[in-house]
């Protein structure tokens, strides 16, 4: 199923037992899809780095950075890609191995990261800005977040934003074991085997 923001919008208004949906049309001048729209962004990148979702899963070999590492230990600086919402490993490309990192923001409050290694990829969690690449565990807890932001403000009631939250937790939890199972598969050792016959 391919999402939308119009359709997150009102699944979080549903959350928060309001039925009247927002429509493509009335985006922008409904009040209700103008005070989501404020959070939408920030929650989106929010549950994106709340965890390592698959969908949002990224590599890339990492440039060296001109400005000098402050630490050391770690000598190297790296220049933090643009989609990066959150740095997960990072990675020898020489050993396959991952490696300790250290984020750091310079003078001008841009992220890089600092390493021991001198050829690093990382991995990361990309900002997924259009809503049809969400996965379905996604697209449902990001509703949920987005309703505990806004809930009191659109319904007036601090109880229905706080239950969102709560929700948003569980859903979380649920994504992450949901998640987990992907990809989890042990390869197959043959020397397991034997010929029965």
């Given at each position: 199923m391919a999402y939308s923001k119009v359709g997150i919008f009102n699944m979080a208004l549903?959350?928060?037992?309001?039925?009247?949906?927002?429509?493509?049309?009335?985006?922008?001048?409904?009040?209700?899809?103008?005070?989501?729209?404020?959070?939408?962004?920030?929650?989106?990148?929010?549950?994106?780095?709340?965890?390592?979702?698959g969908f949002a899963n990224a590599y890339k070999d990492l440039t060296l950075s001109t400005d000098k590492s402050p630490n050391p230990e770690y000598p190297y600086v790296y220049d933090c890609p643009n989609d990066c919402i959150a740095a997960r490993a990072i990675i020898d490309t020489i050993k396959g191995e991952e490696k300790k990192f250290e984020v750091h923001a310079n003078s001008l409050g841009e992220k890089s990261f600092l390493a021991q290694i001198e050829c690093a990829r990382l991995r990361y969690t990309k900002r997924i800005e259009k809503e049809n690449l969400f996965e379905p565990e996604f697209a449902i807890t990001l509703s949920y977040y987005l309703a505990a932001l806004v809930g009191e403000t659109i319904t007036g009631q601090q109880k229905k934003a706080e239950s969102c939250m709560q929700k948003y937790e569980w859903k979380l939890r649920k994504a992450k074991q949901l998640n987990a199972q992907e990809g989890a598969a042990e390869d197959e050792d043959n020397s397991q085997y034997y010929d029965v016959r």
């Open positions: 549903n959350h928060l037992s309001i039925t009247a949906p927002i429509s493509t049309n009335s985006i922008d001048k409904d009040s209700r899809a103008i005070i989501l729209n404020n959070f939408y962004e920030t929650a989106r990148d929010e549950v994106l780095k709340a965890f390592d979702w």
